[in-house]
């Protein structure tokens, strides 16, 4: 059974930083394009950061210089580094494994 685990999400000041990982059981990412999304409240949710299996990265304008995503083959983990964050990051950051295969979510809240 594919599970996809994502972690690291919590309470942070403006200005602050944040580090999310994204886990799997019973799979490997390694073999599939990664994709971090958010969704804000009362918003739809929104493409952030993803990583090709070649390394090719993509982000969003509006997290572009402050937010790294990468990925660490050998033990099964992606991640997004968040720096300068601002209250409209505020969201739940989902993961996403390929096309179709979803994390539950992790809390990110950057408030003062």
């Known amino acids: 059974q594919v599970r996809i685990v994502e972690s690291g999400g919590g309470l942070v000041q403006p200005g602050g930083s944040l580090r999310l990982s994204c886990t799997a059981s019973?799979?490997?990412?390694?073999?599939?394009?990664m994709y971090w999304y958010r969704q804000a409240p009362g918003k739809q949710r929104e493409l952030v950061a993803s990583?090709?299996?070649?390394?090719?990265?993509t982000y969003a304008d509006s997290v572009a210089g402050r937010f790294t995503i990468s990925r660490d083959n050998a033990k099964n983990l992606v991640s997004l580094q968040m720096n300068s964050l601002k209250p409209e990051d505020t969201a739940v950051y989902y993961c996403?494994?390929?096309?179709?295969?979803w994390g539950q979510g992790t809390q990110v809240t950057v408030s003062s």
């Open positions: 996403r494994r390929g096309t179709s295969d």
């Open positions: 019973g799979t490997n990412l390694r073999s599939y394009a």
């Open positions: 990583i090709t299996t070649f390394g090719k990265i």
